[in-house]
Antibody, heavy 118, light 107 residues
Framework: EVQLLESGGGLVQPGGSLRLSCAAS????????MSWVRQAPGRGLEWVST????????FYADSVKGRFTISRDNSKNTVDLQMNSLRVEDTAVYYC???????????WGQGTLVPVSS | EIVLTQSPATLSLSPGERATLSCRAS??????LTWYQQKPGQGPRLLIY???TRAPGIPARFSGSGSGTDFTLTISSLEPEDFAVYYC?????????FGQGTKVEIK
């Protein structure tokens, strides 16, 4: 069974930084692209970033480009999202999702909440 | 950026009724259209990918159709567990984009 467990969320001030992590199990991690998708309170889903299987190719939404960095460690089955220069509008539940490069998002975590507020 | 517009925003139906949800793209996404279901407090769940292929474990009452810019998700007979929010998403181009969602609520 695929399991994706996000961690690292929490209250952060505008301009601050936070690092989210997603621990994956139940599938061949090194063979799957991984993504982050977020959902602001009461709003819809917004794709944030995707990383290819080997980590060579990364993709970002314009809203986070230059501030967020996605990375993965295939030896630890983890994918991270380093978030810098956070803004109030980055407030959301952040979901880790399997896939997204040349495929759909076929499994999702439960999400981790990131409130950005002073 | 491809904009996906879902309609209606809310669908009020009774169990046993047929639900028809629409997703329209601002430009062609070929057949690369995916549907997800989300219930309160949960992550989304994959329902249908590439327009019409049901994901493993998804009941046959869920079906998808369409091509190019117009797509439909049909639930043939609503079960109590089907009342949720449904999102479409395209993977034809970057950035990946989602529709704003259709809420299927109990009438």
């Amino acid at each position: 069974e695929v399991q994706l467990l996000e961690s690292g969320g929490g209250l952060v001030q505008p301009g601050g930084s936070l690092r989210l992590s997603c621990a994956a199990s139940g599938f061949t991690f090194s063979g799957s692209a991984m993504s982050w998708v977020r959902q602001a309170p009461g709003r819809g889903l917004e794709w944030v970033s995707t990383i290819s299987t080997g980590g060579v190719n990364t993709f970002y939404a314009d809203s986070v480009k230059g501030r967020f960095t996605i990375s993965r460690d295939n030896s630890k089955n983890t994918v991270d999202l380093q978030m810098n220069s956070l803004r109030v509008e980055d407030t959301a539940v952040y979901y880790c999702a399997k896939g997204g490069h040349n495929s759909w998002f076929d499994s999702w975590g439960q999400g981790t909440l990131v409130p950005v507020s002073s | 950026e491809i904009v996906l517009t879902q309609s209606p925003a809310t669908l009020s139906l009774s169990p046993g009724e047929r639900a028809t949800l629409s997703c329209r793209a601002s430009q062609s996404v070929s057949s690369y259209l995916t549907w997800y279901q989300q219930k309160p407090g949960q992550g989304p769940r994959l329902l249908i990918y590439d327009t019409s292929t049901r994901a493993p474990g998804i009941p046959a009452r869920f079906s998808g159709s369409g091509s190019g810019t117009d797509f439909t998700l049909t639930i043939s007979s609503l079960e109590p567990e089907d009342f949720a929010v449904y999102y479409c998403q395209q993977r034809n181009t970057w950035p990946r984009t989602f529709g704003q969602g259709t809420k299927v609520e109990i009438k």
